[in-house]
């Protein structure tokens, strides 16, 4: 008999049906048993009743997690059992036959239990299946597609940048080493920029989801070692508010869509969807944190870059006072940025950048960049990185780059402010971190 | 004034227009100066005509690969002068302004020119744009982009896989080492599948397009050090004809909306769509080889496995004799295949595996796996493969897997394929191999 998904049910009351799913929970009652089924689709209460006694002795051993392979008849639940608002709440499979597909040893905590987030992590293989991981990633995959599908609309063109690069980019050891062919060290990428920016040669508009380490010993709820980046590079741009107009674009699609389809997450989370207004209020690094020393009446310590509690704030003043949850952060000093960040020519001190805080947190970084060659390699040098090291990358600009910014965000940390997660490796299905690959590593 | 794409020139024609874009050739003739200018949508042929001093003077210096803001004027072009069949053959657009936005330096060599692999793989910041490197990278956002569209319309979630992992989970130094934190060593991963077969346990379906790493010292045409594999894994299955089937949906959705957006670039790359008759022929190995043996009247030395010049073979003889450009081949030997391999109950020599073949070349590799926990136990002590080492995947089949098989296709692979190209490397933008990370590796 071919297998009707659990959300399907519905469709085919009175009829014989065969469905596969996972034990959520076992409740025995008298002599019948009766088990809430999980599959792919959804969830639904099965009831094995006394009569059926072939299928009552196979579900004595059954228990949670185990796999099973049912025969049953759908069933309207009498009025008074009938649980409105959820779903399947109306029904209830009959079973009249069991196969059992798969065992399961008994689970070393409840499916929705309250863990720490190291027990959390250990059991990944097990906790992803509870329906709060299951949110958090059937959320991601939508803002990954619903990112990707804005860009494409925006006629940027998909590309796969490498993981092993030739150096540490940005230096200081951010960079993982790794033993490469013949005794060579490659490193893991911190980032896809050189490569974005070498595509706009060829495309002018140019995206990459590509995957980021970074070796710095942070231990902190926004750090992971191992990133998911969604990067774009768009040429013949004015400055850079020409990138902020696109990715204002990207994060409404990404936002509209995920509202569309996952009303229901926010729900179960308890929490609001993002608000966002006509236009993305955008400040100044300046005026955000004269803004905060007054509206928060506190000295504001390093001027040259935000604090994370002058990124709680500002965001805490923009949904206040212009109803949003997205706040732009301009004109950063240009010592503060990386190498290839523009400067303005009218006030080289700051320059063509911005940052995107998204609830609290800077979830993207981007500017305009430098175009010409000559002024690439006098910046360089400027900084004590030797050109020769970025022959490869060089010659993007040597053989004519026109103006060009771009912008990077971190998939992690848009999902985790989407879900209002505390902690930005809970947005990581799999977080590596200084003290953990899958499991713990030992001290 | 609004930067026109060239692409859209046509429906401007007697008006004054302004574009962005590199010089692909210059040509004078006489008083007057051609250039054929390329921007992201296309290309249209530029005129400065000795009554625009200015934009005469400025042009005198312009070289090939600058890029260039030009103002003039759209022209139909006088009958004698049309191009048939080209895009923009019929206009040509009267230059009466120029800015430089980025000069070149004078090109090593030109860019249609033919390149060894070596010197094109040197350069590729400025060979990439090239029109037939464009067209292989457009073409493999397409099939990137395909093959998500389809395994998303046959409802399998997609997640990101990790990178870096805690072992080297095939043995036998196939993995990088990652120098990580605290002086312990990770690996690069060399496939996703403990990651996808995980997934199976929270979303049933679930895909991922990943980076992979090799550190096989093979410096063939069909080896890559870094590539991009697209994984799917699905649970309640059958057997490995349940995968087989999602599969072919997929590369017949990949082929077909290639062929849709791309007729153009198989005709510049002088080459067929791909053939796929109603059904994918499907030949166990044993077949396979007894057709090659006495189509091709020669000895198949290894029964065990398929050589590139078998697989080149029954290709050939599956395009005559079917029409199709894709065969499967099945039933490899379970000892010839990774631990996780499902062997057939009712003759355990044999597993259910597969292979998919694309016009000579294997581009996915797929079986259905062994799902019970013991099994597995069993399966990995038979092959001296220590099971606490892989303790974190363990627990999915600890708590409860449900039969399930999957596949990996190259990306690299299918885009070399699809393109007939002589090199895999060529499908990779940036290539990494024994002797290069984008430079050449010193030796």
Same mark, same amino acid.
């Given at each position: ?52 006694? +072939? %299928? ?20 309207? &639940? ?20 069991? =196969? ?44 990954? +597609? ?6 494409? &609309? *925006?006629?940027?063109?998909?590309? *796969? %940048?490498?993981?092993?690069? %030739? ?15 013949? =005794? ?87 929490? +609001? ?21 007054? =509206? ?38 240009? %010592? ?38 000559? *002024? ?68």
């Amino acid at each position: 008999m071919q297998r009707t998904y659990i959300s399907d049910l519905k469709d085919h009351v009175g009829t014989e049906v065969s469905i596969g799913g996972w034990v959520s929970v076992r409740r025995d009652q008298g002599k019948m048993v009766f088990m809430d089924i999980r599959d792919m689709s959804g969830t639904v209460q099965c009831v094995v009743l006394p009569s059926h006694t +072939e %299928a009552l002795e196979t579900v004595k051993e059954v228990r949670t997690e185990w796999v099973l392979e049912m025969k049953g008849i759908v069933n309207k &639940r009498p009025e008074k059992n009938i649980k409105a608002g959820v779903a399947n709440g109306d029904i209830e499979l009959e079973i009249t036959s069991i =196969e059992v597909l798969s065992k399961a040893q008994e689970l070393p905590f409840a499916l929705d239990a309250e863990l720490n987030l190291d027990t959390y992590f250990d059991h990944l293989p097990l906790t992803l299946r509870t329906e709060r991981a299951r949110d958090i990633f059937t959320v991601q995959a939508t803002i990954v +597609e619903a990112y990707r599908q804005s860009l494409r &609309r *925006q006629k940027f063109m998909e590309f *796969q %940048a490498p993981a092993l690069v %030739a150096g540490d980019a940005e230096g200081g050891g951010a960079a993982f080493k790794v033993e490469y062919f013949n =005794e060579k060290t490659a490193y893991l990428a911190t980032s896809p920029q050189l490569y974005k920016e070498i595509m706009v040669g060829p495309f002018e508009r140019a995206f990459t989801i590509a995957k980021i380490f970074r070796a710095e010993k942070s231990a902190t709820t926004r750090h992971l070692s191992e990133l998911t980046q969604m990067d774009f590079e768009m040429g013949f741009i004015k400055d850079h508010f020409d990138v902020i107009a696109v990715l204002e674009q990207v994060i409404r699609d990404v936002v509209s869509t995920v509202k569309e389809k996952h009303t229901d997450v926010f729900t179960r989370f308890k929490i +609001e969807a993002p608000l966002m207004p006509e236009k993305f209020p955008v400040f100044t690094l300046r005026e955000a944190q004269d803004l905060i020393a007054k =509206e928060f009446d506190r000295t504001v310590e390093d001027t040259r870059d935000m604090s994370p509690e002058d990124e709680r704030q500002i965001c805490e003043y923009a949904k206040e006072k212009f109803g949003s949850d997205f706040v732009f952060i301009t004109r950063f000093p240009t %010592a503060k940025r990386a190498f290839y960040t523009y400067a303005d020519p009218a006030d080289p001190d700051f320059s063509l950048s911005f940052d995107l805080l998204f609830r609290g947190l800077e979830i993207n970084s981007g500017s305009q960049r430098i175009h010409n060659y000559d *002024q690439m390699i006098e910046k360089m040098k400027s900084r004590n990185i030797n050109p020769e090291n970025f022959s490869f990358y060089l010659q993007a600009f040597k053989y004519g780059l026109p103006p060009h910014g771009g912008c990077s965000t971190g998939l992690e940390r848009i999902t985790a402010r989407m879900l209002e997660l505390a902690n930005v490796k809970e947005a990581s299905a799999f977080p590596r971190d200084l003290t953990r690959i899958d499991n713990p590593l030992s001290q």
